[in-house]
């Protein structure tokens, strides 16, 4: 990480400071309690470690200053309000409640991921529309391929296409909306990669509308119809549970013979004959 140099001078506190400002951008509060607690007195790795952990924390640094920086520079505010092809809004100022801090926060945590997912709206010509009764937007792909589903990216959604009835549209967009707080609340957590994370792993286990976020957001404007709350348990998501047991496993037997060693007989010295 690049420390702030005076003079030649590089301080230990700036060098912290640094470490834990990427922390909270990249692995949210989380993230940066980790590296305090336990990051900053980890040992020095192998240089090709070391020249794998830069890449790819520039890598993450470099997407969520692209996406900061493209939703500054992309007005929101002139797209047009949503409405189906015949012509009829759907995505009018009814129930509109404001901008409340909630939504100001919300927005604010989203900011990056919603700024890639209109970056990569404006580079495949999507239209993008507003739903202004929750201060949302909508990112329509103009021909849908097979096998497409719709995308939530903080405060925008991606769709490979959308229902043209507005009581049928209107619902969807509220449903996709709804997912903002808790791309919102992940992100502070853990950073932007944690939505999708905790998504995919829950509908790994908890597919469709067994799925908790989906069930948050509501089942039946989001389409989905109730099949249960429980998890399914196939063969993929059993493997899956042995590997990470057998995972666990391991890293206790580690840990514990660790802790056998000691640091007392790791260095201990041997008696001269």
Known sequence: MVAVRLAGFSHPLSR????V??????????GALWWLWRGRKAPLRSAPVRVLQGVAAGLALALILVGTAWRAVTDLDDSPVCSSVPGE???STEGDDGFTPTLYAQKL???PETGLAMLYADATGTTVCRYAAAHYYVAVRT???AGERSVNFGDVVLSPRFPTVPTEAGALAEHESRHRPQWAVATVLAGPAAFPI???VDDFFFPGARNHFERQAGLASGGYAW?????VLGAPQ???LVLMALALAAGALRLRRRRDRGPGRRHRRHPAP
């Open 16 to 19: 912290a400071t640094a470490h």
């Open 21 to 30: 400002l990427f922390w909270l951008l990249v692995g949210g509060l989380l």
């Open 89 to 91: 809004e759907w995505g």
């Open 109 to 111: 945590a989203t900011w």
């Open 143 to 145: 021909v849908a391929r």
């Open 198 to 200: 905790a998504y995919g």
């Open 227 to 231: 099949e249960g709350a429980g998890p």
């Open 238 to 240: 059993v493997v899956v």
